[in-house]
């Protein structure tokens, strides 16, 4: 089975920290995304990368950053953090064909204070 | 814009019954649908698929219907169990090339004994 591990599950950070949501994945996936789950507005993609080194925007890129610096591994960064960013945030993979579907990671819940 | 659009935000049924979650779309480059169920603390799990050359595609007590003229899908359960009780999100993929999920805003689905 394919495994998405989110370093953190309940994060609290101070406005203007900077915070690291890191991801990894065990399946040799060429697809990673990040997303954010907020209430009535569903899943909405930040940022996702199809290939190491590589990133490409979503929804809403705003106020975040991402690395790539391994095929395995796909981080998130706040550059400086806001209390709208108060989120959880799901980590996704792929494998990259088409139609493939996203496996997701359990999801970190940020608080900004 | 919301391209996927869940408008229940929640339903209630009763054990045995059929539950029925709706789902909506814009953009008529969508041609990949997927559903997912998340339980709380953990992340989504996809559930079912259906591609837009298709109107049903049946797994067990799930079922999913696209009707592409009216931009519109269901996803059917039959019969209901209290362990079907999560919300639900709906989720579309273009022919565009890019693998990234467009999601729904989610329903979150209640099975009464």
């Known amino acids: 089975d394919v495994k998405v591990t989110q370093s953190s599950r309940y994060l609290v950070k101070r406005t203007g920290e900077k915070v690291f949501l890191e991801c990894v994945q065990d399946?040799?996936?060429?697809?990673m995304f990040w997303y954010r789950q907020d209430p009535g507005l569903g899943l909405r993609l930040i940022y996702f990368?199809?290939?190491?080194?590589?990133?490409e925007k979503g929804d809403i890129p705003e106020g975040y950053s991402v690395s790539r610096e391994k095929k395995e591994r796909f981080s998130l960064i706040l550059e400086s953090a806001s209390t709208n960013q108060t989120s959880m945030y799901l980590c996704?993979?792929?494998?990259?064909?088409?139609?493939?579907?996203?496996?997701f990671g359990s999801g970190t819940q940020l608080s900004v204070l | 814009d919301q391209q996927v659009k869940q408008n229940s935000p929640s339903l209630s049924v009763q054990e045995g019954r059929i539950s029925i979650l709706n789902c909506d779309y814009t953009n008529s480059m969508f041609d990949y649908f997927l559903w997912y169920k998340k339980y709380p603390a953990e992340g989504p799990t996809f559930l079912i698929s259906i591609s837009s050359i298709k109107d049903k595609n049946e797994d067990g007590r799930f079922t999913v219907f696209l009707n592409k003229s009216a931009k519109h899908l269901s996803l059917h359960i039959v019969p209901s169990q209290p362990g079907d009780s999560a919300v639900y999100f709906c989720?579309?993929?273009?022919?565009?090339?890019?693998?990234?999920?467009?999601f729904g805003q989610g329903t979150r689905l209640t099975i009464n004994p």
């Open positions: 399946m040799d996936h060429e697809n």
């Open positions: 990368s199809y290939d190491v080194k590589m990133k």
């Open positions: 996704a993979s792929s494998l990259g064909q088409a139609n493939e579907k996203l496996f």
């Open positions: 989720a579309a993929k273009d022919n565009q090339g890019a693998q990234k999920l467009v």
